[in-house]
């Protein structure tokens, strides 16, 4: 495998198995919190939420979309075909989830504590924990097959 090729797939790996960390900390950590932060306080807590996890998740999640794509033009060698087109579809999944169900969320919850939009939040965030959870698997397969 030549240099630029294994720097492609071990970015991918990275990034993605950085998202997967960062997934579980939001959904059994961060969104959890969210019932707990009280309504006087809730509006200013989400407003500064937001922005910092967009900021967190930036670099990992360009990385990853980049790369996914880079593996699908240019495979590696040794690596199934099935493999790089479970990477696209995890890969998308998230960005779907994010654009219909939790920016929307987000949204409301930034002008108040909603209980029924949070659980919402809570329940729709399982899809994008298990995708970014499965891509994970995939790209350390990925960093196994390619030759």
Do not use: C, K
Not at 74 to 88: D, E, F, K, M, Q
Not at 130 to 146: F, S
Request: proline share 6%; charged share 5%; no cysteine.
């Amino acid at each position: 495998m030549g240099a630029v090729t294994t720097t492609v797939v071990l970015a991918h790996a990275a990034s993605t198995l950085v998202l997967v960390g960062i997934i579980w900390t939001v959904q059994w950590v961060h969104y959890p919190l969210m019932a707990l932060v009280g309504p006087e306080r809730f509006v200013a807590y989400e407003r500064a939420h937001a922005p910092r996890m967009a900021a967190v998740v930036m670099l990992p999640w360009t990385v990853q979309g980049v790369t996914t794509a880079w593996l699908l033009v240019a495979p590696p060698r040794g690596t199934p075909g099935w493999l790089l087109v479970a990477a696209a579809v995890l890969a998308a999944l998230p960005v779907l989830v994010t654009v219909v169900a939790s920016v929307p969320a987000h949204g409301r919850l930034g002008t108040g504590f909603d209980a029924t939009v949070h659980r919402r939040l809570v329940t729709t965030n399982w899809l994008r924990t298990g995708a970014w959870t499965a891509h994970g698997a995939v790209a350390v397969g990925i960093v196994v097959t390619a030759g």
